[in-house]
């Protein structure tokens, strides 16, 4: 009985070590599993019988986690170190006016940017973002057709 509690108690403490040597889970649900198995062998019963607990705890606990860890996944996105590929396609407003060959700024979605244009834009006229230079967003005129869209 002693043999099986400890048994169980050692790999409880590996299952949990593994766990935190690693930045993802993977072995959690065996350390649960174990632990199951463990309280099951204070009972005194079979070693086989542990066995079992220990595999089906286990697998419960995997299965109520892979939900709730496919939700995190999609919620982790990549980061997006300048916010400016997010505004491609957007409309936005001349802050300051822009010339071919200098910089202005724009505001696109409530964020004020950096902006150039290969044609010339006065300040208060509505702009598009057609590609990203760094954090440098280039813009085009909106035409009337745009503006409908």
Same mark, same amino acid.
């Given at each position: 009985?002693?043999?099986?509690?400890?048994?169980? #108690? %050692?790999?409880?403490?590996?299952?949990?070590?593994?766990?935190?040597?690693? +930045?993802?889970? &993977?072995?959690?649900?065996?350390?649960?599993?174990?632990?199951? !198995?463990?309280?099951?062998?204070?009972?005194?019963?079979?070693?086989?019988?542990?066995?079992?607990?220990?595999?089906?705890?286990? !697998?419960? +606990? /995997?299965? /109520?986690?892979?939900?709730? /860890?496919?939700?995190?996944?999609?919620?982790?996105?990549?980061?997006?170190?300048?916010?400016?590929?997010?505004?491609?396609?957007?409309?936005?407003? %001349? #802050?300051?006016?822009?010339?071919?060959?200098? #910089?202005?700024?724009?505001?696109?979605?409530?964020?004020?940017?950096?902006?150039?244009?290969? !044609?010339?834009?006065?300040?208060?006229?509505?702009?598009?973002? %057609?590609?990203?230079?760094?954090?440098? /967003?280039? %813009? &085009?005129?909106?035409?009337?057709? !745009?503006?409908?869209?």
């Amino acid at each position: 009985m002693w043999f099986d509690t400890i048994l169980w #108690l %050692v790999a409880i403490v590996a299952f949990i070590a593994v766990e935190a040597a690693t +930045t993802a889970l &993977v072995s959690v649900w065996f350390a649960v599993g174990a632990a199951a !198995a463990m309280a099951a062998s204070f009972f005194n019963i079979g070693f086989g019988w542990q066995a079992l607990v220990f595999a089906v705890v286990s !697998a419960i +606990t /995997l299965a /109520l986690m892979i939900p709730t /860890l496919a939700s995190r996944r999609g919620e982790h996105k990549a980061p997006v170190t300048n916010g400016s590929p997010l505004t491609i396609g957007k409309q936005g407003v %001349v #802050l300051v006016d822009i010339e071919p060959g200098t #910089l202005g700024r724009v505001r696109v979605d409530g964020l004020d940017w950096q902006a150039r244009a290969e !044609a010339p834009l006065p300040k208060g006229e509505r702009c598009k973002v %057609v590609a990203v230079d760094g954090a440098i /967003l280039i %813009v &085009v005129p909106v035409t009337v057709n !745009a503006a409908a869209e």
